[in-house]
């Protein structure tokens, strides 16, 4: 005799993605994609994708839904920035603004307006980047984020995904702003664990990179998240010693956490310019980043 039908049918777990981005892929050094899902606490990382174009970056956001992604790159602008060059003070026709410029006058304008700053606070930077430790996202240079906004945040918009926090689109499809340098250095402090020199992917950034993807595994983040990994896996991470692979291994870790959070685990209200890097401490009692 078969068993009766469940009264219950079962879900599916909700897939996450993480993405390594660059603002000018190559086969070389392309975009690097991390799919996987979460089974409680557990998360298992189902397969890394390398994507050597933008193009094949904005097929990846045409993907039905769901899913959940943490995407390394920034999704605004500082609003002191923003204010500055006189363009619109609501995220979607700032957007499209910034997106019709050419790479040239946009290091053009940053530069001047870092010119006419005093040392030591020659950059604008948002809310946000106090506590996640990120760069200021109007650098164009080392790295180039502003060029990464540039070149991705309006590509997720075409495709019609939901950027949390800043712009409606489909549900379905939700991107997340990471930023793997967050949960990096909570577990493995300052210690550099990658570089795109060749002359500077050191046996101790090798070293770096075997204890982060340890701490992974052994779920010693404050997100309350364990990594589940093959050997070969395991080994192609901590193989890349230029770090993107992992990169985007974290970046889907904080996604993860997103998933079981209200808001995805945005603070309650952030500026609808800049927008908030996942998992970065938010003060709730002063409604403030901590």
């Not at 500055?84 to 979607?92: E, I, N, R, Y």
């Not at 946000?128 to 070149?151: I, R």
């Not at 997340?176 to 570089?195: C, F």
């Not at 309350?224 to 990994?229: A, E, S």
């Amino acid at each position: 005799m078969s068993a009766p039908p469940s009264s219950v049918a079962a879900v599916a777990p909700l897939p996450l993605l993480g993405v390594d981005f660059s603002s000018a892929p190559t086969r070389r050094k392309p975009i690097v994609l991390a799919r996987g899902h979460a089974d409680g606490s557990l998360l298992r990382l189902d397969a890394i994708e390398l994507l050597p174009d933008l193009s094949a970056f904005s097929a990846l956001l045409q993907r039905p839904g769901p899913w959940l992604g943490g995407f390394d790159l920034p999704f605004g602008l500082p609003r002191e920035l923003v204010v500055a060059q006189g363009w619109p003070l609501a995220w979607l026709p700032w957007l499209r603004v910034y997106a019709a410029l050419p790479r040239s006058e946009i290091r053009e304008r940053f530069s001047a307006f870092c010119a006419a700053r005093p040392a030591g606070a020659k950059f604008a930077h948002r809310v946000t980047d106090g506590p996640a430790g990120s760069s200021p996202s109007m650098k164009w240079v080392n790295p180039p984020v502003a060029y990464m906004l540039h070149a991705g945040v309006p590509r997720l918009v075409d495709a019609g995904v939901t950027l949390a926090g800043l712009h409606a689109g489909d549900p379905q499809r939700v991107a997340l702003e990471a930023y793997p340098g967050l949960l990096a250095r909570e577990l493995i402090g300052a210690r550099s664990y990658k570089s795109d020199e060749s002359a500077k992917q050191t046996p101790e950034r090798l070293i770096a990179r075997k204890d982060l993807v340890d701490a992974l595994e052994q779920g010693r983040s404050r997100l309350g998240l364990r990594l589940k990994l093959r050997h070969a896996q395991r080994d192609e991470l901590v193989a890349d010693a230029r770090g993107d692979r992992l990169d985007a291994v974290l970046c889907m870790l904080q996604a993860a956490w997103a998933a079981t959070q209200s808001n995805h685990g945005l603070p309650p209200a952030i500026d609808p310019l800049e927008g908030w890097i996942v998992t970065a401490p938010w003060n709730a009692d002063v409604g403030s980043a901590a």
